[in-house]
């Protein structure tokens, strides 16, 4: 159970270009999704937190007219990375979570999404 | 501000060795500590969670101990194997209700087979 995915695993476009990414919890109902970035041999940074139904909340520094963050249903988010730039090239992870879980902020993490922008 | 680092930032060992990871925090008013395991460009896999209350938590050759007291948390694995190379990271919640994680800057472990 809890399992995450993301869609698609790795992408490569043109810079200037827009790209959407998808996650999905498969076996159960995210109230909540939060969205990561990763750089290189560095940890994971969070860029933004979504409730179903209500706007994303951005991490401070996080544009969010940049990363566009939409989670319309209890099983979907999609972080949309707008006209794409060389800098914007990372590894996006998406993680989810139930408000019914016996540990409150246990979150299920994706497998993550290699974005590389030419 | 909560910060968390882990020590050392890389490792390597011969196979069969036992070692041990670090991880501190500056604000010991956590809720629990999470430890992941992350393989190269995949994402994370969740190891041990240890709450507030407890000392520590044990899953097959893996242990995990916290000292809130200390901003402390140790991740112990016995008899390493080559299959056990990864990056491992320790978490904390911050936010409040928001129920945030921060991330450790990670260990990067190689066992030598």
């Known amino acids: 159970g809890a399992v995450v995915s993301q869609h698609p695993s790795w992408v490569i476009c043109k810079s200037g270009t827009s790209v959407k990414i998808e996650c999905r919890s498969l076996d159960f109902q995210a109230t909540t999704m939060f969205w990561y970035r990763q750089f290189p041999k560095q940890s994971l940074m969070l860029m933004a937190t979504?409730?179903?139904?209500?706007?994303?909340?951005?991490e401070q520094g996080v544009e969010k007219d940049k990363f566009l963050i939409n989670h319309a249903s209890l099983t979907l988010s999609t972080l949309t990375v707008t006209s794409a730039h060389p800098e914007d090239s990372s590894f996006y992870i998406c993680?989810?979570?139930?408000?019914?879980?016996?540990?409150?902020?246990?979150?299920?993490f994706g497998p993550g999404t290699r974005l590389t922008v030419l | 501000k909560q910060e968390v680092t882990q020590i050392p930032a890389a490792l390597s060992v011969p196979e069969g060795e036992n070692l041990v990871l670090n991880c501190s925090f500056t604000?010991?008013?956590?809720?629990?500590l999470q430890w992941f395991r992350q393989d190269p460009g995949k994402g994370l896999t969740s190891l041990l969670l240890?709450?507030?209350?407890?000392r520590e938590q044990t899953s097959g050759r893996l242990n995990a101990s916290l000292d809130k007291s200390s901003g402390r948390s140790t991740l112990y694995i016995a008899a390493s194997q080559p299959g056990d190379s990864a990056t491992y990271l320790c978490a904390v919640p911050y936010g409040g209700a928001t129920n945030k994680l921060i991330f450790g800057t990670g260990t990067l472990l190689a066992v030598q087979p």
């Open positions: 979504s409730n179903e139904g209500s706007k994303a909340t951005y």
């Open positions: 604000d010991s008013a956590i809720y629990n």
């Open positions: 993680s989810a979570r139930t408000g019914f879980q016996l540990i409150f902020n246990e979150q299920f």
């Open positions: 240890i709450q507030s209350s407890q």
